[in-house]
């Protein structure tokens, strides 16, 4: 797994690339949180580059939605590849996040 971010302001774009499980979740969420530490209300993560993801990883972004809506941040999500999407499809969450298919079209929100 790789993560990488870019931060204007109170927002952040988060790409994250390889496989995202229980051996790399850990990783994941201390670099999510360190993001909101340092002010970020708004996380946009950025899933295209991910081959993989477990339920590790699910309750990762789900911990960080609960805190950042804790004072009305939001975590938004890229989910290009069908695969993925029905991850979040079958489990519901596709209703708890804002799930966008581009990169772009996040940005344009």
Sequence with gaps: ME???TVDGPRAV???SGELDVATAPQLRAYLHKLVDNGAST????LSDVGFLDSTTLGVLISVHKRLAETAGVVELVIPHARL???FQITG???VFTIHSSLAGAAAQ
């Design 85 to 87: 999407l029905r991850i």
């Design 43 to 46: 996380l946009v993560v950025d």
């Design 14 to 16: 988060v790409t994250a």
């Design 93 to 95: 969450l596709d209703l």
């Design 3 to 5: 993560v990488t971010s």
